[in-house]
């Protein structure tokens, strides 16, 4: 009535006991790659994407900022940005709150001669 049926398990010395410890890891395994592919790795592409087009950023390209001004670049300097918002107003914004450029100016050309 109380007595339960005991089951017979594989010694901790038994052959093929290490492989079954590694087939319990390749689960854990499988789920970090995935997540690497799919949310690591996009990730760090879009973080190298919008560094590079902050360092592209100069005088003339219109953007917009974070908190959703749209302004053309007047000044650029080290981690600042002069942003023209509307006529004769001018507004300093750091450099990482500048979420996208909508309108790239071109460089300036230099004459040859």
Do not use: C, W
């Not at 398990?9 to 799919?38: D, N």
């Not at 942003?83 to 050309?109: D, G, H, Q, Y």
């Amino acid at each position: 009535m109380f007595i339960s049926t005991a089951y017979a398990q594989a010694a901790a010395g038994a052959p093929g006991g290490g492989m079954e410890s590694l087939m319990s890891l390749a689960p854990l395994v499988l789920i970090f790659v995935v997540f690497y592919f799919l949310l690591i790795r996009p990730q760090q592409k879009k973080l190298k994407e919008h560094k590079s087009m902050l360092d592209a950023l100069r005088r003339g390209d219109k953007v917009v900022t974070g908190g959703g001004i749209v302004g053309s670049v007047v000044k650029v300097a080290d981690d600042e940005v002069t942003v023209e918002i509307a006529e004769n107003v001018r507004v300093r914004v750091l450099r990482s709150t500048i979420t996208s450029v909508l309108a790239k100016t071109e460089p300036a050309k230099v004459d040859e001669k």
